[in-house]
């Protein structure tokens, strides 16, 4: 077995994430390769994810619904999902290993290895372009008419 081309294929997929910042799917990865290497297929890319992730080179991130995104940061850090544009975004909140001790204190017959935190909320896009309307409308599209003081005339 001569590891050269797996070499290359591997880099490039390290390089693909790193430079896409964006927490991307394996199928995105892949997207993203074939517009400059369009004979690579999905399952190299899929293989080389998951190598990569196991050698500790980059982060998967379990999404509790859909595909798992791929990350390029190893460091210890928890992740924000827009709920309406479905963007994951790294959180500045303070990554905290001893919540995984002080739960495994709590869980005397596990041993516990550590823990991923997954906030969800409207990120700063959406919330400009007012692109959430699918969530809570009943009761969040009444308020927001209410304190929709801008003075936006609306002649029904
Ligand atoms: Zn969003
Ligand atoms: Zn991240």
Redesign the pocket.
């Known amino acids: 077995m001569s590891g050269g081309r797996n070499t290359v294929q591997k880099e490039l997929v390290l390089q693909t994430v790193s430079a896409m910042h964006s ?1 991307p799917t394996a199928e995105e990865v892949h997207d993203r390769i074939i517009q400059s290497y369009p004979s690579i297929g999905k399952a190299t890319v899929y293989r080389n994810l998951n190598t990569l992730a196991e050698n500790g080179k980059i ?1 998967r ?1 379990a999404m509790p619904d859909g595909a798992d995104c791929y ?1 390029h ?1 190893t460091d210890g ?1 928890y ?1 924000i999902r827009c709920v309406s544009c479905r963007k ?3 959180a500045g909140f303070p990554f905290m290993p001893e919540l995984t001790e002080r739960a495994g204190r709590e869980e005397p017959g596990f041993l516990l290895t550590g823990h991923t935190l997954l906030f969800e909320g409207i990120c700063p896009d959406c919330q400009r372009t007012g692109g959430f309307s699918g969530m809570g409308e009943e009761q969040e599209t009444k308020e927001k008419q209410q304190s929709n003081t801008k003075g936006e005339n609306t002649n029904g």
Do not use: A, G, L, T
């Open positions: 927490h982060c991130v990350d940061r850090h992740h994951v975004f790294d």
